[in-house]
């Protein structure tokens, strides 16, 4: 009987070494022969799967965004009873998952920093960063009309750098309609968390402080 040979699982296992590579090497040190030598298999196999080394290289960018989205909070819209512990906890679940807490998090961050740095001048690896960023501003807007209720449409166009907020104050201390403070609140939410990730990075503060200072902020959304 022949071998079945899972195509998508061996694709996986290279994209593995090549975070590798990067973690210790940078972008700058990928090259098939140190892929291959990650993932203990022959050049010629890497290569069969990636033709390129550019090819290559994006897939494991694609990868990271995919792992990502698979982990994320499940089960929460803006559908669910506003204020459930379903939806409170989905919220909580997505700003903590910035922060780089233990050492497989850690490497993972040290990665996608690096394709961070790369997209300055890799159009195609900024383009899958900036819709990563475009799912995670839509995902954050769901997940905290989930909490608030509210059922305005969400705007994620900020052309003119206001984060698309105005008119008069609410609760929250955004203005605007629902929609608008919602996609407020998610910006600013995002931007902290991704703030505090790069202190957690730099050993600035610990991951537990900046999981505190996240709590702090989702306080007066949460608290019963």
């Known amino acids: 009987m022949p071998k079945i040979v899972d195509h998508a699982q061996r694709r996986t296992e290279i994209v593995h070494a090549l975070w590798q590579v990067i973690y210790l090497k940078g972008i700058d040190g990928v090259s098939f022969r140190s892929v ?17 080394r550019s090819e290559l290289i994006l ?17 929460a819209d803006a559908s669910s009873d506003p204020g459930s512990a379903e ?36 159009e ?24 608030c209720g509210g059922d ?10 206001s984060g698309g907020t105005g008119g ?14 919602a996609t407020a609140w998610a910006m600013r939410m995002i931007a902290l968390g991704k703030g505090l990730a790069q202190e957690v990075m730099l050993d600035e503060r610990s991951a537990a402080s900046a999981k505190a200072i ?4 989702l306080a007066p959304l949460v608290a019963p």
């Open 152 to 161: 305005g449409d969400a705007e994620t166009d900020d052309s003119d750098g």
């Open 168 to 181: 008069t104050d609410d609760s929250d201390g955004f203005g605007g309609t629902d929609g608008e403070v």
């Open 87 to 122: 939806a409170v906890s989905a919220l909580r679940e997505f700003c903590f998952a910035f922060i780089p807490a233990g050492e497989t998090m850690r490497i993972g961050a040290s990665v996608w920093y690096t394709y961070v740095a790369r997209a300055v001048m890799d």
């Open 59 to 75: 897939e494991g960018c694609r990868q990271i965004v995919d792992s990502a989205e698979a982990a994320g909070p499940e089960g």
């Open 124 to 147: 195609q690896i900024a383009d899958i960063i900036r819709a990563s960023d475009r799912a995670t501003l839509e995902l954050g807007i769901r997940l905290y009309r989930a909490v």
């Open 36 to 52: 291959a030598e990650a993932a203990g298999i022959s050049i010629g196999r890497v290569q069969h799967y990636f033709p390129s």
């Open 214 to 217: 996240l709590e702090a902020e």
